[in-house]
């Protein structure tokens, strides 16, 4: 299972040559209390793209030669999106080939696709994610109720939900959330239950960050060239959850009172606990330390090994 993060939310404008008349699904005409319709302004109204699961993609004429484009860009062509990519500047261009060939007034020429493949179009939106897989659905939900109760971050407020927890949800930078992908999986009801996605998704919690036109403004992660290098979402997933506040090591010794596992909680911690427990013990003690004190002593040994 690759734990790659992924992009999720795309919001852009893309330069592409369109017919704007057949793109819109009307005309807004904005007329002063004076009703003089010869300085009267008009916009073109968005067109709303669904697929057969109801995932949908966003459409409007933004200028002579560019659309704007909004919607979770690889969920619309997949109908799910357990997986994902990180190719940014790929998933516009599927998008704007996609839009080539449904006859609705978009017309790319080699010179918008050069341009695109280049990255020179302007973000105001992205959302990154990143799988975190557990061996047992119930373990993962226990760690995803650890987060809603003992999880912190600086100066972003806390809202915890049922399938989830936000941190600065109301935020015009950006938005950190967790929340059990099988839970929303079940709830869409895109995937059947003999789907190997679906129980692949009973064993994720996802962490998201969707950053805003402002944040990426500041972050210069504003045009797709930024993006380029695929490493960009791991980097920024890595900046912002390095943040989390979560009860320290320490803390965690001192809650745990049974003997054996104080024992096993350091073996953790010194790299031993392979070789001075067998297989079945270590399975047995991870599912005890998530259960009783909410500790994934997964997560500790990837930290370990960092």
Request: charged content about 25%; hydrophobic content about 35%.
């Amino acid at each position: 299972m690759i734990e790659r993060c992924n992009i999720d939310w795309i919001h852009a404008v893309v330069p592409v040559k369109h017919d704007p008349y057949k793109l819109s699904t009307g005309i807004t005409i904005n007329v002063g209390n004076d009703l003089d319709f010869d300085s009267a302004t008009h916009h073109f109204k968005p067109r709303i793209i669904k697929n057969s699961c109801g995932n949908t993609l966003w459409i409007k004429s933004s200028t002579e030669n560019s659309i704007e484009i909004s919607g979770n860009v690889f969920k619309f062509f997949n109908q799910h999106n357990v997986n994902g990519s990180n190719n940014l500047i790929g998933l516009v261009k599927e998008t704007v080939l996609y839009l080539q060939s449904i006859d609705i007034g978009v017309y790319p020429d080699n010179s918008d696709f050069n341009n695109i493949e280049k990255g020179n179009f302007r973000l105001f939106r992205v959302d990154v994610n990143k799988p975190l897989f557990f061996l047992t659905k119930n373990e993962a939900l226990e760690y995803l109720r650890f987060l809603k109760k003992q999880a912190s971050y600086p100066y972003r407020k806390k809202e915890v939900f049922e399938n989830g927890v936000y941190f600065g949800m109301k935020s015009k930078r950006w938005v950190l959330k967790f929340y059990h992908k099988g839970s929303e999986v079940n709830k869409n009801g895109n995937l059947d239950d003999t789907n190997e996605l679906k129980a692949l998704a009973d064993l994720m919690i996802r962490a998201e960050i969707s950053i805003k036109s402002r944040q990426l403004n500041e972050w210069d992660l504003k045009f797709g060239y930024h993006w380029e290098y695929s490493d960009v979402p791991e980097k920024l997933m890595q900046k912002i959850v390095s943040k989390l506040i979560l009860p320290n090591r320490e803390e965690d010794i001192k809650e745990i009172k049974t003997p054996s596992h104080r024992r096993f909680y350091k073996a953790c911690l010194n790299g031993n606990m392979e070789s001075d427990y067998s297989l079945r013990t270590i399975q047995r003690y991870k599912k005890t330390f998530l259960t009783n004190y909410g500790i994934n002593i997964n997560n500790l040994i990837e930290k370990e090994n960092i």
